[in-house]
């Protein structure tokens, strides 16, 4: 396990330069810079039923989730629903799709 960790920081270093590159001039990767790497998390009210959290790594993915959502406020209606996504392409489609969903990254 010590020489996977080793092999992903050292493949972290190497590409490194790559992202950052992207990051300042062509803008990717910047949106959403401080949810993803710092934790700032909206801020989420005590439940007054069950959360649901749902982390979403592709459009698919978000697209799938609302008939997943319906089905389960089918069940319960009390429940609450967060959704977190990786990209800003998936984020946008997460809070078209989920008007009433609180999204993030």
């Known amino acids: ?18 992202l950052l590159y992207r990051m300042v001039a ?3 990767y ?24 749902f982390h979403a790594v592709s459009v698919g993915e978000v697209l799938l989730l609302p008939t997943v959502i319906n089905e389960l406020r089918r069940r319960d209606p009390q429940i609450e629903v967060v959704v977190s996504t990786t990209t800003s392409t ?4 997460a809070e078209l799709k989920l008007p009433d969903v609180t999204v993030f990254f």
């Open 1 to 18: 396990m010590l020489l996977i960790n080793l092999a992903y920081l050292l493949l972290l270093i190497a590409v490194s330069p790559v």
């Open 26 to 28: 062509q803008g990717k």
């Open 30 to 53: 910047r949106a959403g810079w401080g949810e993803k790497f710092l934790g700032r998390a909206p801020e989420l009210r005590a439940p007054s039923g069950n959360r649901y959290w």
């Open 90 to 93: 998936g984020r946008s489609v």
